[in-house]
T-cell receptor, first 116, second 112 residues
């Protein structure tokens, strides 16, 4: 069965500093990988996704992620964090269902705090 | 274009009651998925529907059921509510059942 590990529960960075959020996945086949962001009391917003091809993917709000098959990782990065980036970040892997569909398996999330 | 919409936004029920949550997908999307997010955890998959057929079910008891209507909107029903059912229930829609899922704002359910 597929699984996602986000090792960092909380991360605090200063505004303007760089950011890297870690994500490791376990999945038998070629994974579909996603990063979502959730602001307090809100739903999930898609930041970026990897299906195939270039292993460095660009997303919204200046985020990027790199797929490394050898390390089973899909880390999220941003070169300069803004105070508005404070939120919870979820990494997810998409896996096929026996009925032909697709479900997402999420990590437990990383709470990002930005210090001004 | 409107995103995924869910109703109600908040709901308070007591143990043993029944609840119905509703979801309208993004226009043109034919697949709806439901997730439960307990406080402090990532969302957990409950169901996926595509073209009114169930594509898959997560590890949830039979008290949880869902359906999808001809206009692709969906309902999630939970019977015999337990305190542990208190959570944020998220609906996601996708063009087809294998496509990227886009989430709504969720319905926050509190069971007392």
């Amino acid at each position: 069965a597929q699984s996602v590990t986000q090792p960092d529960i909380h991360i605090t960075v200063s505004e303007g500093a760089s950011l890297e959020l870690r994500c490791n996945y376990s999945y038998g086949a070629t994974p579909y990988l996603f990063w979502y962001v959730q602001s307090p009391g809100q739903g999930l917003q898609l930041l970026l996704k990897y299906f195939s091809g270039d292993t460095l993917v660009q997303g919204i709000k200046g985020f990027e992620a790199e797929f490394k098959r050898s390390q089973s990782s899909f880390n999220l990065r941003k070169p300069s964090v803004h105070w508005s980036d404070a939120a919870e970040y979820f990494c997810a892997v998409g896996a096929g269902l026996t009925g032909g569909g697709n479900k997402l398996t999420f990590g437990t999330g990383t709470q990002l705090k930005v210090e001004l | 274009d409107a995103g995924v919409t869910q109703s109600p936004t908040h709901l308070i029920k007591t143990r043993g009651q029944h609840v119905t949550l509703r979801c309208s997908p993004i226009s043109g999307h034919k697949s709806v998925s439901w997730y439960q997010q307990v406080l402090g955890q990532g969302p957990q998959f409950i169901f996926q529907y595509y073209e009114k057929e169930e594509r898959g079910r997560g590890n949830f008891p039979d008290r949880f059921s869902a359906r999808q209507f001809p206009n692709y909107s969906s309902e999630l029903n939970v019977n015999a509510l337990l305190l542990g059912d208190s959570a944020l229930y998220l609906c996601a829609s996708s063009l087809q059942d294998q496509e990227t899922q886009y989430f709504g704002p969720g319905t926050r359910l509190l069971v007392l």
